[in-house]
């Protein structure tokens, strides 16, 4: 299932102000591809996430999964497309402390019904499409950071989203383990065929993409190179 924006304007209200988050901004993501959104601190990015997350509405344009026009639905209605149709990888791993890795992933779950077993399942195999299987067990106090953040992708995929969204993944990754992660979002992207879109501040790890879009000032400028080596001050 695609993601398609077109024309999308989203603005806030500062004071007597009304601060401009995002300027008719168009993107189509395929399933199968990852897109990677780089730009500034305060550039619209994460605005754009919510708003094709459906977690705030736009002020106009129109926002689409698979051809569906999402614009205009209730509150209830944006709720039940989010957790039937889209997963959500945040920058901290958020996990919580008292629950295993497979658990982390059941809780996705735990309101949706369906057999146990089938859930439990289900669980174990995305653990282990993240390389995490022998780790399944493990609290968040056993893993390392790299290893907390590919349990957050796996219970990203949980509901099995047809788009992925996923925010600042290797902020607060080394070198290595950030490559791991995007690595392993860039397999689970084509072999799922989801439409992921990654936005990242680090772009070392660009190749990963297969296209790359800057925000400036609210405005998506499509078609940046997908480079694979750092930019000076790239990385945060």
């Known amino acids: 299932m695609s993601l398609n924006l077109s024309h999308v304007t989203l603005t806030y209200q500062d004071g007597e102000d009304r601060l401009v988050a995002l300027d008719d901004v168009s993107l189509t993501v395929r399933p199968g591809d990852m897109v990677g959104i780089i730009g500034p601190s305060g550039s619209g ?19 689409e999964l698979g051809g569906r026009d999402m614009t205009g639905l209730t509150s209830a209605q944006r709720t039940a497309v989010r957790g039937a149709e889209l997963g959500f ?71 099995d989203p047809s788009v992925l969204l996923v925010d600042e993944p290797t902020s607060a990754l080394d070198h290595d383990r950030g490559g791991r992660v995007m690595a392993q979002l860039a397999e689970l992207t084509k072999t799922r065929g989801v439409a992921s879109v990654v936005v990242t501040h680090d772009t070392v790890h660009l190749g990963h993409m297969d296209a790359v879009h800057r925000m400036e000032d609210g405005v998506l400028h499509a078609d940046e190179p997908a480079v694979a080596t750092a930019l000076p001050g790239s990385i945060r």
Do not use: Y
């Not at 990015?45 to 926002?63: H, N, Q, R, Y």
């Open 45 to 63: 990015k994460s605005s754009l996430l919510a708003v094709a997350g459906l977690l705030i509405p736009a002020d106009s344009g129109l926002v």
């Open 89 to 159: 990888v945040f920058q901290q791993s958020n996990l919580l402390p008292s629950l295993t890795a497979v658990e982390q992933l059941l809780m996705v779950t735990h309101m949706t019904g369906g057999k146990p077993a089938k859930r439990r399942e289900r669980a174990r195999d995305l653990l282990a499409d993240v390389g995490l299987a022998d780790q399944a067990h493990k609290r968040p106090h056993q893993l390392s950071g790299g290893q907390r953040q590919r349990v957050s992708i796996a219970r990203g995929l949980m509901n």
